[in-house]
């Protein structure tokens, strides 16, 4: 039995379009990919360990000055990346114990506010009206992209940096306009061009700084 491709899915899953496989071929189909998938990612990170391990350390030690100092993270990013935002934010305010919780808010996930300003004024301004509102000279910006070009981020990071915000992106591919801008202080690129594996890289960057930033806290860095 082959599956009709009216969605575009077959570059995502070969192995449903094989046409008149057994259930044994899929399967091993199936494990075929996850495998291949697994040593992508796995090869991805180390690669990612050698290249901004001490961008990673820098930046850390910087955000534990930031919180010492009294300063907060604001993190946002779009669709995928807004779930990530909010993840960095819970991580960092809602730590495991014993870690100590740090001020955090998730930009995208004020749906009111969001919503507000998409309609009344553009979406291309809803994290930078939202930074400009709460964001104070001291304070964190954190915007995660997999393609670097997001416009709303571009400009969430020009009002961050004008604003004497700590600013940190985190992007795919080669980095896009984030690279480019000259606003974000600490950018890391995760050199790929699959959005999955930009975001399942991405989580691994953000949770090394977060412990990185919390041993930077406990004077172990």
């Avoid at 995502?12 to 094989?18: C, I, K, N, T």
């Avoid at 553009?122 to 001291?138: P, Q, S, T």
Wanted: with cysteine; glycine share 12%.
């Amino acid at each position: 039995m082959t599956v009709p491709d009216d969605t575009g899915m077959r570059t995502l899953y070969p192995f449903l379009y094989s046409g008149g496989a057994g259930a044994g071929a899929l399967l091993a189909d199936a494990a075929r990919s996850a495998a291949e998938k697994t040593a992508e990612i796995a090869e991805l990170r180390a690669l990612l360990a050698g290249r901004h391990g001490e961008a990673l350390l820098d930046c850390a030690r910087r955000l534990a000055e930031a919180f010492r100092a009294g300063g907060r993270l604001l993190t946002f990013g779009n669709g995928g990346s807004s779930t990530d935002a909010l993840a960095v934010a819970r991580l960092f305010a809602c730590p495991p114990p014993p870690a100590r919780p740090l001020p955090a808010i998730s930009l995208p996930h004020d749906v009111a506010t969001l919503t507000a300003l998409s309609n009344d004024v553009g979406f291309e301004v809803v994290f930078a009206r939202r930074l400009a509102a709460l964001g104070r000279r001291g304070d964190i910006a954190l915007g995660l992209s997999t393609s670097g070009g997001s416009r709303n981020l571009l400009r969430a990071f020009e009002e961050a940096a004008g604003r004497g915000m700590v600013t940190v992106g985190l992007a795919g591919y080669d980095g896009g306009a984030m690279a480019e801008a000259g606003t974000v202080r600490h950018l890391f690129v995760v050199p790929s061009s699959s959005v999955h594996r930009i975001q399942e890289a991405q989580t691994t960057l953000y949770h090394v700084l977060w412990e990185l930033t919390r041993r930077a806290l406990e004077g172990d860095l």
